[in-house]
């Protein structure tokens, strides 16, 4: 790549993305000028890389304060439908509401001059990667290092304090940009990032099938990404069955998914997952395997060959950290482009050791915040099966209500759907009882699935299924 130098008038302190935390420190973290400046020249002089940059760039990636104000006015002249040239920048800078650092039309024009070659898409990407990787690089120096540095002088901070902000770091490096010290957009830069969005939800993409067309009908996003889904219910309820139900139909979509199984170990759950394709009761297959006949034994096979190239992934490690499972979400995100993922169960997840001694309700804000980070930063959808307390037992029929999740107004606040189910069977112990049950249900076991919330849609929905208890399965309905 071939840039040309050359010099540029500008005070030190606009070298700094943060005076106030940088003050103090005695070596200022470098900055590529002339990447930003490559930058700025090529959609300066070349029409064909500003697509481009108004798609990938915002002007609070440049980290000096001149070159963030002629980002935002280009960005803003293609808004407008202007020409992006160096007079209409200058009257489009009036309006820029930021610090205006803009050194005028000669620089304007220096830079234009600057670049001779039109540079590959994957050239031009490559620089457009490093600006954001410098960035990135300056939060955490910046918003991160210089704090942590301060209060280990600090003889009156305390430990509880340092290992935080140690924990805030990592999550930060962890989450490329968990913390952006960008708290505000205009609505012209929302607008830019709606359109995007209309499209997807034209193509389709903006929504994420659960997996049940008697689900998605009620769903408003289904499992989009950034999003907090709940799954809960009292012990019985198979909430596990169902979440593996649809980890299996995302897989058969073609949708990259994982679980995380707190609980049972992988081949216990690949178990499921088998007998949940086959048909083959559970039982069967892990401990009554000599009366498999030769056709069950033909359905396991291929129900092996069929499932076994599925985009799921499983991690079945005791008790992990959040720091553990980020960095498991950040290595399948790169690998394999993951969407979906569920933790089965929530609560099974260690807690960080600062806040120990902390309020339970406080412990489970924080979590679920944490995951929340998560869900958005990797542009994923994550899933938590939950178990909720006993009081719904107290109460006649016993369905379970939102309030019967413990500190249940975290989850109300955090979470975007939350799912209850219910199943009337497991409380019918007496013979009878059970008789007429399932003669009134023509045989099928019930699994009532309320959508206690739903952030952009309609709630307190019920929708029945039937679960098929010996093979874990969960069906639709069968419409008469």
Known sequence: MT????????KKQEE????????????????????????????????????????????????????????????????????????????????????????????????????????????????IKKLKTDKTKSVIYYAHVFKLVNMLRDPHSNVDAVTGRVDLARTYIEGRGLLSDRVSMSLSEIDRQYEKTIAQREEG?????????????????GLAAKRISIYAGRTGMCKSAFVDNVLLRLGHQGVPSALFSLEMDRISTYDRLISITSGIPLDHLMKNRDKLTEQCREREFRAREKIRSLPIYMFDKPSPTIE?????????????GLKVAFIDLFTKIQKPRYLYGKSTADQLTHMLNAMQDLAKNLEMHIGLVVQIGRKAENRKGKRPKLSDLKDSGSFEEIADLVLLLYRESYYLTDENERKIYFQNTHNKDILEILIAKQRQGCQNEIVRMEFKGPQTKVMSLKKK
């Open 3 to 10: 840039k040309k130098k050359f010099k540029v008038k500008r």
């Open 16 to 127: 700094k993305s943060n005076s106030s935390d940088v003050a103090n420190i005695e070596d200022d973290l470098p900055i590529d000028i002339e990447n930003e400046q490559y930058i700025l020249a090529c959609v300066l002089k070349f029409k064909n890389l500003r697509p481009i940059f108004y798609d990938e760039v915002d002007h609070v990636d440049f980290l000096i304060e001149n070159h963030k104000t002629i980002a935002w006015t280009i960005l803003e002249a293609m808004r407008r439908d202007k020409l992006v040239t160096p007079e209409i920048l200058q009257i489009i800078v009036a309006d820029y509401e930021g610090e205006k650092k803009f050194t005028g039309l000669k620089y304007l024009y220096e830079l234009i001059n600057s670049q001779e070659v039109e540079p590959s898409t994957d050239n031009f990407n490559e620089h």
């Open 205 to 221: 993409t903006d929504f994420q099938s659960i997996g049940y067309k008697d689900i998605n009908q009620h769903l408003t996003e």
């Open 324 to 336: 553990v499972i980020s960095k498991q979400l950040r290595y399948l995100k790169e690998q394999t």
